[in-house]
């Protein structure tokens, strides 16, 4: 008797947790596999995390705006500015369709992707500025961002 009462009390007990739980609200972005380029023009704005290698420390929502132009053809001229931080400016060609860019320079990087939901953008990735020291790659300051346009 005691035993089907625990377990009367153990199967109320799961299904009262389970009806509190809530879903959660799942946002619709989904990477921009058939963008055209002109998609990714445009400016972006938000926030992210900031990284000094100098002073090893990270500072959280750091303003953040990303102007992506396309001067020509499939080049495009990605111009950041981390408020009070980073200003830097970035310029490849754009040879396919893909959600994701990257350029990799002798001093910094920029990893992007653009996701889309109905007629809204996002642009996340991360910015990095380094150095080399003795064959080691060492990162002076890096940004990484979830921005929208």
């Not at 972006?44 to 020509?72: H, Q, R």
């Not at 809204?120 to 346009?149: A, M």
Request: one cysteine or more.
């Amino acid at each position: 008797m005691v035993i089907r009462f625990s377990f009367v009390i153990f199967i109320y007990s799961f299904l009262a947790t389970l009806s509190s739980c809530q879903k959660e609200s799942t946002d619709n972005w989904s990477f921009c596999a058939e963008c055209d380029i002109s998609e990714w023009v445009g400016e972006f704005v938000g926030v992210g995390d900031y990284y000094s290698g100098s002073l090893d420390e990270t500072e959280y929502d750091v303003p953040v705006s990303i102007s992506i132009e396309n001067p020509s053809g499939k080049v495009l001229k990605i111009i950041a500015v981390v408020e009070n931080k980073i200003s830097t400016t970035f310029t490849s060609t754009k040879n396919d369709n893909t959600y994701y860019f990257r350029i990799n320079g002798s001093s910094k990087s920029i990893d992007i992707n653009l996701s889309k939901n109905n007629n809204n953008y996002k642009l996340s990735g991360t910015i990095k500025l380094f150095h080399f020291e003795n064959d080691i790659l060492k990162i002076d300051q890096s940004i990484s961002f979830d921005i929208f346009r």
